[in-house]
């Protein structure tokens, strides 16, 4: 059975910057779209990123507004979410997720992933 396994989280102040990581194992890392989706307390989870298989095609939610890049290393079988000029209202579980790379046109919504990883807790303090 395969895992996805987040890194990189912890607690930053406002303006500073984070690097996630995914490490993917026991699939075809590279025949999957993969994302990022994040749930802050008493809210719903709500997409991040996706990047295409080969990295050609990226997507990014609203709020991001160019502070955040996803990136993929398929020799690495990872996915990276670089966040920068981080925000208090970053604060949220982040969640890498793998979906078939049929999926793409429905990639900002969670029921499109197959496979989750367990989180990865972000902090921005004000």
């Known amino acids: 059975q395969g895992q996805l396994v987040e890194s990189g989280g912890g607690l930053v102040q406002a303006g500073g910057s984070l690097r996630l990581s995914c490490a993917a194992s026991g699939r075809s890392f590279s025949m999957y779209i993969m994302g990022w989706f994040r749930q802050a307390p008493g809210k719903e989870r709500e997409f991040v990123a996706v990047i295409s298989r080969s990295g050609g095609n990226i997507d990014y939610g609203d709020f991001v507004k160019g502070r955040f890049t996803i990136s993929r290393d398929n020799a690495e079988n990872t996915v990276y979410l670089q966040m920068n000029s981080l925000k208090p209202e970053d604060t949220a579980v982040y969640y890498c997720?793998?979906?078939?790379?049929?999926?793409?046109?429905?990639?900002?919504?969670?029921?499109?992933?197959?496979?989750w990883g367990q989180g990865t807790q972000v902090t921005v303090s004000s």
């Open positions: 997720a793998a979906a078939p790379y049929s999926n793409w046109g429905r990639r900002v919504e969670e029921y499109a992933y197959d496979y």
